[in-house]
């Protein structure tokens, strides 16, 4: 029995001896650990990164992820996933490494040097199969497979030298195939591309991060993982107040932590949605009439968001620069708008900017923030004295007129920066893919592209920045990244668009830039016939407005789905900024009611040429929107001039019929027609409702039978 005992005391003892054991080794860090290999190229390696050890992304992923977590950095530079690349992956002694890691967790992110001449061109159709083989070596000797994760290369931005011989275009390929891979795989996507491709400024050598940008890369990492995406989010545009389009789908968007069921109730409507292995949700309520207000409650099982006061309307985005941010309190209406009863009807979103582009030097930590793409901030506020003295007097004076007419409630965006010239509004992608606005993103500081008012402007506000990939407003693509991406897809009504006087300079690059810009912002809305309304530039003494004012004309005439509106009469001879906005956006107010909402029976904002024609001793220019050409002044036309084959305009005289402006000439002297072709024009030709005719330059036709 002592035996029997005594053995029972040992074998209790050698158990509480191997209980200590275990928890000594496993305080001093040999407990078993999830492995993660990171394997790739020199953006993985850290390439440029100083002191790399511990600031490259898989370092800083690793400090994230913690001591339960053991990451290695199996990054190669140069190394391509192509097998017959110039320096294939597999072949190196890093892969060896890596698959003899025995990871639990691979995040693969190769590719960027596939995009070199040696390599895609020659051997594209071998990618799936290469990296399908380097996916199945990491295949484990009982058969499973680690936890994969593909990560979508990171940018390659347009100062790479072959980035527009070819590796621009060769990009975009692979990041296609990537995307195959990981579906014929049923891998799991990290998009490095999209956040990192709004930061140019952390890419010195337009291909390696810098340590921030591993930092970004380490937190995207950490949170595709862990499947932590901070818990519920709702997008930023949504908040208390706001206004919610009518008579359309309404897309809420928002993140949360991965596999949380999502509900998202408005209105009687409940929606169920699980959110993304991305972190990512989104719903589509379903179209309703106007009416409010209403809550939207976006809830999972632990947490709750209550976005109170929301209405259902219609939502219009009022954008361009400082003639559209010019505030109802500088107005000449100001006053009297501001002491009327506000409508409670009317919600404002106003963005305001960080810091306005007058002429001063930012500091350092505006410097910092607008890297940061932290430039614009908003939030819905009702209609009151304050919110409306700051807001846009045209956005403003056009909610108004749309309310008193429609009865409905008005929710108005202000997303509008002084001096910001039309290429800042287009998203970086189009501009990079765009065979001659690619050219815009080239040193814009130094660029011809850009007027020169614009590189003076942005170089006083960044005269102390330390980088030299210092970001401005007046950039190309940063208006739509730090601004235009944050409500994009919002559902609206349409646009109002006063900009132009930072793109004079360059009439033939903004007939460019301008459809550019329109198409940009209905594929990013995913809406082909959004309305877009725009001012033409008023009358004022520069030198180059009349040819543009002209082209404005031709554009609204060619776009579909988008107007013009024109501004000659409220100009001002001297001041860029006519304080006098209510006429103009009276026919914004008119021109959407006409074009948008389809009441035919009010005035539209412009008065279109429907036909020129030629007689013997004549030629007619026909216009539409009106039923009777008149002078607004009771004399004469003014600003009326002909030019024969010398191309040197002469004034001449005209008369007027119905909406017929007929000048008379006796032979086939007149070769071209030009009306109110002076920077800062009185032409004095009006429609019955007394909206001008438009500056205009056009050829003018032969009788065929006088030829």
Not at 195 to 203: G, S
Not at 593 to 621: H, M
Request: net charge negative; glycine share 6%; hydrophobic share 35%.
């Amino acid at each position: 029995m002592r035996n029997r005992e005594g053995y029972r005391i040992n074998w209790k003892l050698k158990l509480s001896m191997l209980a200590i054991l275990l928890l000594i080794f496993e305080s001093a860090g040999y407990a078993q650990k999830t492995k993660v290999a990171c394997v790739g190229n020199s953006v993985t390696f850290g390439y440029h990164i100083e002191q790399r050890e511990t600031n490259s992304y898989p370092a800083q992923l690793q400090a994230l992820l913690g001591e339960d977590y053991e990451v290695g950095n199996f990054g190669k530079s140069g190394a391509t996933l192509l097998r017959k690349g110039h320096r294939p992956y597999m072949e190196q002694e890093e892969f060896q490494d890596a698959v003899a890691f025995q990871p639990d967790i691979l995040i693969v992110s190769l590719g960027l040097n596939d995009t070199d001449p040696r390599n895609w061109p020659n051997y594209s159709d071998d990618f799936i199969e290469d990296y399908s083989a380097l996916l199945e070596s990491f295949r484990k000797a009982d058969g499973s497979m680690p936890e994969i994760w593909i990560g979508r290369m990171t940018p390659i931005f347009q100062t790479h030298p072959r980035f527009n011989s070819g590796t621009r275009d060769w990009f975009w390929q692979i990041q296609a195939t990537i995307e195959q891979v990981a579906r014929n795989w049923n891998a799991r996507l990290i998009d490095w591309h999209t956040p990192l491709h709004a930061r140019p400024d952390l890419f010195p050598d337009a291909l390696h991060p810098t340590k921030e940008g591993a930092t970004m890369m380490a937190k995207l990492a950490y949170q595709h993982i862990t499947g932590d995406f901070g818990g519920l989010k709702v997008a930023s545009v949504f908040s208390d107040h706001m206004v919610l389009q009518r008579d359309a789908l309404i897309p809420i968007w928002g993140t949360a932590n991965r596999g949380e069921r999502i509900t998202v109730q408005f209105n009687d409507i409940s929606i169920e949605v699980e959110t993304g292995f991305d972190g990512k949700w989104e719903v589509e309520l379903p179209s309703m009439q106007w009416g409010g207000p209403y809550a939207l409650t976006i809830k999972t099982e632990t947490k709750q968001i209550t976005i109170k006061d929301v209405m259902l309307g219609d939502v219009w985005l009022c954008s361009g620069q400082s003639n559209m941010a010019f505030k109802v309190k500088q107005s000449n209406r100001g006053s009297e708008a501001l002491n009327q009863v506000l409508p409670d009807n009317i919600r404002l979103m106003n963005y305001h900017p960080l810091a306005e582009t007058n002429n001063t030097s930012w500091d350092s930590i505006t410097l910092q923030r607008v890297n940061e793409l932290e430039y614009l901030s908003g939030k819905w506020e009702l209609a009151n004295n304050q919110s409306v003295a700051d807001f846009s007097a045209i956005g403003w004076y056009f909610g108004t007129q749309l309310e008193q007419e429609l009865n409905v409630p008005i929710g108005l965006i202000q997303l509008a920066v002084g001096g910001s010239p039309t290429e800042a509004w287009i998203d970086r992608k189009t501009l990079e893919h765009h065979p001659q606005l690619v050219n815009m993103l080239y040193d814009w500081q130094n660029n011809d592209h850009t007027m020169q008012w614009c590189r003076e402007r942005g170089g006083v506000n960044i005269q102390g920045a330390k980088s030299a990939f210092q970001r401005h407003p007046y950039q190309p693509a940063y208006l739509y990244e730090s601004g235009i991406s944050k409500i994009e897809g919002l559902a609206i009504k349409g646009i109002l668009w006063y900009q132009g006087e930072s793109n004079a300079h360059n009439v033939e690059l903004h007939e460019v830039l301008f459809p550019t810009m329109v198409q940009s912002w209905r594929d990013g809305w995913n809406q082909p016939d959004l309305p877009i309304l725009f001012a033409q530039l008023s009358s004022l003494n520069r030198p180059s407005w009349p040819h543009f004012r002209d082209s404005q004309r031709r554009l609204a005439q060619q776009l579909p789905h988008v107007s013009m509106v024109v501004t000659s009469d409220w100009g001002n001879k001297t001041d860029v900024h006519p304080k006098n906005k209510y006429p103009v956006a009276e026919r914004f107010a008119n021109t959407a009611l006409r074009e948008v909402y389809g009441e035919n029976d009010v005035p539209f904002g412009n008065v279109e040429i429907e036909s020129v024609n030629a007689g013997k001793d004549r030629i007619e220019i026909v216009f539409n929107h009106t039923q009777k050409l008149q002078t607004a002044d009771g004399e004469k036309i003014k600003e009326l001039e002909v030019a024969g084959e010398d191309g040197i305009f002469h004034p001449a005289d005209a008369t007027l019929k119905r909406n017929t402006l007929v000048i008379k000439t006796d032979n086939k002297s007149v070769n071209a027609i030009r009306y109110a072709w002076k920077p800062y024009s009185q032409a004095n030709l009006t429609n019955e409702n007394g909206t001008p005719v438009s500056t205009f330059r056009i050829d003018a036709p032969f009788d065929s039978k006088t030829k």
